[in-house]
């Protein structure tokens, strides 16, 4: 049989195992090799010197956590070797090894008695696990060996040269000299165990290599590394063992990550008994799985029951129909691909689990679990159908039985063609099967198509990755699909994948689950484009994907990712028409996450009033906020998708509320709009006034002038856009006159304090009580989410939390459509405010806050549903709910560590949100404060410090004043508002609020 394996036909290195890694940045079958590579690379072969290591991939291999090997004074070669049981050790090699790991021996298939005296301490024996390292100079020897006759015959070079090969092994030929306790008699004259004995010129020329190898390294020195805890399984050509190895993770070695379901779609898991497990496959319908069977590169359509025991591999859906009404138990059931004389061909192989397949059938050998006379008596098979009379009665066995057919004359062949074994034969099955073109396993083996056989799992593994998508989008699951679609691009699956991704969006109803799907469309052209095209963050714009944007913005999603994919095919030939393409993706996705948070409208309720009259002013005034803890969980779509806690305080900013906006009637039908931010870095003022319906149809864009107060008017009711009526007119008729509306911060921009939110439900407020209405905080709340999608900044509701409703609070979202937000006040003990206040600081950094590309790289990773992104959602949430209790406790210590949780927090979720000037600002003030983080979103803006000591400005300043590479700052006071915002009607001859 040689290296050939009975249950893969790829080999034992290729046999695939149970096993994902949600890490891992591209999603991938793990095979046997896979594992052992990462078991030596981040494990066995850490630390190790400059050599050679070299490893079997006919074994299972598992090496505990935290394991290491000691190099120090390291030479020559050395192995590894693991703990085993006598019993197991007696079918395998074993190590006779001295107390300061110096190898004296290597045993193989020896007796319990010489086995006894390679046991240690811990009444296991060192097992061999074919793992080997030669240091560099070790290696140049065994290497110059290569050269010399007869060892020149080892190598390819020799072969072709005409040389007779010479089989040689690394275990009793190569590392065996190099023992302590071996004579070069007993080397050279000795035999190589499982090498056969040939004839005698063989022989000779084995005498003569290992003659060559003593005299070239037995003086090199052989240690051994015992690894306690280690597990090792040699992949047998037993059924059962191999089951084993799939099913029963705590008999499988290398499966330490095992999976029940690893890379494959059921529809019904229920049905799959605990101790099973399902790899690469597709199970559709009721297939009912045992405990202890394994499927594998199987597309299998139910009603279907296996029991237990059973390895199924390699079966299409037409197999299915075959495998109806027999009971599957102890069975091995295998497809294979093979190429008969270059004709392509299926296969199928049956056999049982307790099979031992080189067993004599004279002997105790069986087939399906029982003695060959009871196989014959049942179907009526007899010898002579099975072995030619060249082969002897004593060996005669199930490898070289002529059990499978592999052709008929003139009907396909299926499964049902092995089947009939399992029970008696039907009408004209033992003919049929007499007639047709039989092979053994041994004839079998070579005709494998491994080519074909990796291509068809290739294929079945995308075909049950496109049912995964699906599933992973529509159930709303937290799964990554970002490395799944990295595969199908290197793989030229991701035609697939698109097509799968349109269904999902163009038949969604919910436009959360259309705009993740639109997400993950982007990502697959972001891959295509190979990290080429440039930036992947920009502009969205382009007039050849407006029809498409203009279908969305109506609500007719479907028709809009038809349209999306009928433009997205002119921009697939070169990577930076695939970036462009992939950020329209990204800008019809916000058009989605947009109409998705609008579902919050259902929460805005406002009562009508009397109109106040011409020139009675309405001022509004707002606190500012600090996010304490929970921040980008109220973030959309996080807090619809994941849910969202934040704790927010209200404050006034060196004693004043820094936020706010007057309104009032005036008899001309117009719209007149003064706005003024910035007093730290200098005040700016801008004014416009709108007298027709174009003069307000920049509201979407942020970065126009007044574009905040022109939404702010849409979305209050007061104009109506979309309208025949002009504005003149709507305001007269409705208004009798126009509007003045006025607005401040006394906050830089960039602030990270809120202001943008807070100002929003300022006018809000304003416009609503202006213009005949009232409505409530938690109207307000609502309101301003809406504004900002209108505005298409996005954004969450924290900020307006903060700053609409007094003091410190807990709001919150469900994970649900429609989005509605809860705030619940939180109580903190007698005279804890005046403690904030003494103890919490504002820093001002000198540097702008850059939230935009930071809100899109969030975002993005979000919808990846990269797995630290999708812990650390959980994490802010959590540690949200902690922070509550810290403040109602009134316990300092604990609200600091919150405050620094959530700061690194906010740097898994934006890397690069602390600028180095504001990490060396932290780094000083380090030992003087409980807890410090950056405002907001980070970037810059606003730092705030819970210091020590009470009244600590004036120490805060000095020691900044003293640290290099900070640059302008500022230190201000804070005052927690126990009020919130206030609204008023002035009287008539009050004068304006002062800009």
């Known amino acids: 049989m040689g290296r050939d394996f009975l249950f893969d036909d790829c080999s034992r290195a290729f046999t695939c195992l149970p096993v994902e890694d949600p890490a891992a940045p591209v999603e991938a079958l793990t095979c046997n090799l896979d594992s052992l590579l990462a078991t030596l690379t981040h494990q066995v072969c850490k630390g190790s010197p400059p050599g050679v290591w070299v490893c079997s991939t006919d074994m299972l291999l598992s090496i505990p956590a935290g394991s290491e090997i000691d190099w120090h004074g390291f030479q020559g070669a050395r192995v590894i070797a693991v703990p085993g049981s006598i019993s197991y050790a007696q079918k395998h090699g074993v190590y006779l090894a001295d107390t300061q790991g110096v190898v004296h021996d290597i045993l193989y298939q020896s007796s319990e008695d010489q086995i006894q005296r390679c046991l240690g301490l811990d009444k296991k024996v060192p097992l061999v696990c074919g793992v080997v390292f030669f240091s560099a100079e070790t290696a140049e020897q065994l290497l110059a060996t290569h050269v010399i006759p007869p060892l020149d015959a080892c190598t390819y ?43 005698a010129r063989k022989a000779a020329a084995t005498r003569n290599a290992r003659s060559v190898l003593w005299k070239a390294l037995h003086a090199v020195p052989l240690t051994m590394a015992y690894i306690p805890g280690g597990r090792y399984d040699y992949m047998s050509m037993s059924p059962g063992d191999h089951i084993l190895h799939l099913t029963a993770q705590e008999h499988t070695a290398c499966i330490q990550s095992f999976c029940k379901v690893a890379h494959s779609d059921v529809a019904e898991p229920a049905l799959l008994a605990e101790g099973c497990s399902v790899t690469n496959s597709l199970l559709e319908g009721a297939v009912s799985l045992g405990p202890g069977s394994a499927v594998q590169h199987c597309c299998l359509k139910g009603p279907l029951q296996i029991r237990s025991g059973c390895l199924l591999t390699g079966l299409d859906v037409a197999s299915s129909e075959d495998l109806k009404g027999h009971v599957l138990e102890d069975v091995v059931i295998q497809g294979h691909a093979l190429r008969l004389r270059d004709i392509p061909c299926k296969v199928f192989t049956l056999s049982g689990r307790h099979d031992n397949w080189q067993c004599p059938a004279e002997k105790n050998g069986t087939y399906l679990n029982v003695p060959w006379a009871e196989l014959f008596r049942r179907t009526g098979i007899q010898n002579q159908d099975l072995w030619s009379s060249d082969i002897l009665p004593s060996g005669r066995c199930l490898l070289n039985a002529h059990l499978f057919p592999v052709l008929h004359a003139s009907e396909p062949l299926v499964l049902g063609d092995v089947l009939w074994l399992l029970g008696s034969p039907g009408a004209g099955q033992l003919q049929r099967w007499r007639a047709s073109w039989r092979m053994s396993w041994e004839e079998l083996r070579s005709c494998l198509d491994q080519e074909t056989e990796l ?78 095209g440039g930036l992947r963050s920009g502009p969205a714009a382009n007039k050849a994907w407006t029809p498409a944007f203009q279908q969305l913005e109506r609500g007719r999603i479907g028709e809009g990712v038809k349209e999306l994919a009928k433009e997205r095919k002119k921009w697939l030939s070169r990577p930076i028409l695939l970036v462009r393409a992939a950020r329209h993706y990204e800008g019809a996705e916000q058009i989605l996450i947009r109409q998705a948070v609008m579902s919050s409208c259902e929460f805005i309720s406002i009562q009508p009033v009397d109109l106040p009259p011409v020139g009675r002013k309405v001022l509004v005034e707002c606190p500012a906020r600090v996010d304490l803890s929970g921040g980008w969980s109220d973030t959309p779509p996080i807090t ?49 006034v709108c007298r027709s319906l174009e003069d307000l149809q920049d509201y979407c864009q942020p970065h126009a002038p007044g574009a905040l107060l022109k939404a702010a008017f849409i979305c209050t009711g007061v104009v109506t856009l979309r309208s025949e009526r002009s504005l003149r007119d709507q305001l007269e008729e409705r208004f009798g006159g126009g509007f003045e509306l006025r607005t401040w911060s006394r906050l830089p921009h960039g602030s ?73 006040q939180i109580a903190v003990p007698e005279g804890f405010r005046r403690t904030l206040n003494e103890h919490l600081l504002l820093l001002y950094t000198g540097k702008t806050r850059l939230a935009r590309n930071l809100l899109q790289d969030v975002l993005r990773n979000w919808y990846a549903r990269l797995p630290t992104i999708v812990q650390n959602a959980d994490a802010l949430v959590s540690n949200a709910e902690e922070c509550a209790q810290a403040l109602q406790q009134g316990n300092l210590a604990l609200l600091g560590k919150c405050l620094n949780t959530y700061r690194l927090q906010k740097k898994i979720m934006a890397p690069g949100c602390e600028p180095l000037a504001v990490q060396r600002m932290m780094e000083a003030l380090q030992p003087h404060v409980f807890g410090q983080s950056l405002a907001g979103a980070g970037g810059g803006g606003f730092l705030y410090v819970l210091t020590k000591q009470p009244r600590m400005q004036e120490a805060l300043q000095k020691i900044l004043a003293e640290t290099e590479g900070l640059g302008n700052f500022s230190i201000h006071t804070v005052e927690v508002d126990a009020a919130g915002f206030q609204m008023q009607l002035l009287e008539e001859d009050q004068p304006l609020r002062p800009l």
């Open 157 to 199: 070079l020799g072969l072709d040269s005409g040389a007779p090969p010479i089989q040689l092994s690394l275990f009793f030929d190569i590392l065996l000299c190099m023992a302590q306790g071996v004579t070069e008699e007993a080397f050279v004259t000795g035999q190589s165990p499982g090498m056969g004995s040939g004839d």
């Open 640 to 688: 619809y998708e994941h849910g969202g806690a934040v704790v927010d305080l209200a404050i006034l900013v060196d004693g004043h509320r820094p936020i706010g906006a007057q309104a009032w009637r005036i008899a001309e039908p117009e719209l007149r709009l003064v706005s003024a931010s910035g007093r730290l870095e200098g005040e700016v003022v801008v004014e416009s």
């Open 752 to 824: 990270g304090l809120g202001t943008s939110s807070i100002l929003a439900g300022a006018v809000i407020a304003a416009l609503y009580c202006v213009s005949g209405h009232s409505t409530s905080v938690e109207s307000l709340i609502h309101s301003v989410l809406h504004l900002e999608q209108v505005l298409t900044t996005g954004g969450g509701w924290q900020d307006q939390v903060g700053g609409l409703v007094p003091g410190l609070k807990i709001g919150r979202s469900k994970a649900q459509l429609p989005l509605k937000v809860e705030v619940e």
């Open 455 to 532: 291509a068809s799992r290739k294929a079945l593994f995308f075909l049950q990755a496109q049912n995964k998508i699906q599933k992973v989008l529509t159930g709303h699951s937290n799964f990554s699909l970002l490395p799944l679609i990295r595969s199908a691009v290197i793989e030229g699956y991701q035609e697939a994948v698109l097509k799968t991704l349109d269904e999902v969006a163009s038949t969604a109803s919910d436009p959360g689950v259309a705009a993740r799907a639109l997400a993950c469309i982007a990502d697959v052209l972001a891959c295509m484009a190979k990290g080429e």
